[in-house]
């Protein structure tokens, strides 16, 4: 596996995960807006509560299949380094925090309640994974 992501990446693992991880966290940015005219906490005259909803969901399905990726490019080319602790259980977390929210999405409706503690959750630990591996890259450069 490890060859594979090499060849895909074309020899930039780390560069194409930190881009990748950054568009992620754009989009989980945007996500955030979304959600708040959704709720409509935020009203802006070009954008109903339905329609950002619905981005807000579309988006999430596309953002999870890149944080799927982004996890999958980590785990097989880097592994669990010692050094990275908090990166490494910050990223678990999120992908379990996650897939909860997806179950409840999908077929706990009567959990739904807690959708936003679970977005914000996930943003949270999308922001503390993004820190401690595309943050520190970009801050080294």
């Known amino acids: 596996m490890e060859g594979l992501v090499e060849d895909l990446a074309r020899g930039n693992v780390t560069e194409v995960k930190v881009v990748l991880a950054s ?7 945007y996500q955030l807006v979304l959600i708040a005219v959704g709720y409509g906490k935020v009203r802006p005259s070009f954008l109903q509560p339905g329609p950002a909803a619905g981005a807000h ?23 669990f380094e010692d050094d990275k602790t908090l ?13 909860l929210k ?24 999308l922001a503390v994974t993004w820190l401690t591996s595309a943050g520190d890259f970009l801050a080294d450069r």
């Open 23 to 29: 568009v992620v966290m754009a989009l989980a940015c």
């Open 57 to 79: 969901r579309a988006a999430g399905d596309a953002i999870t299949v890149l944080i799927v990726v982004v996890a999958l490019m980590c785990v097989s080319y880097f592994g």
């Open 87 to 99: 990166h490494v259980v910050a990223a678990m977390a999120l992908l379990a925090v996650l897939a």
């Open 102 to 125: 997806i179950a409840v999405i999908r077929r706990w409706h009567g959990l739904s309640r807690l959708l936003p503690f679970l977005g914000i959750s996930v943003f949270g630990l």
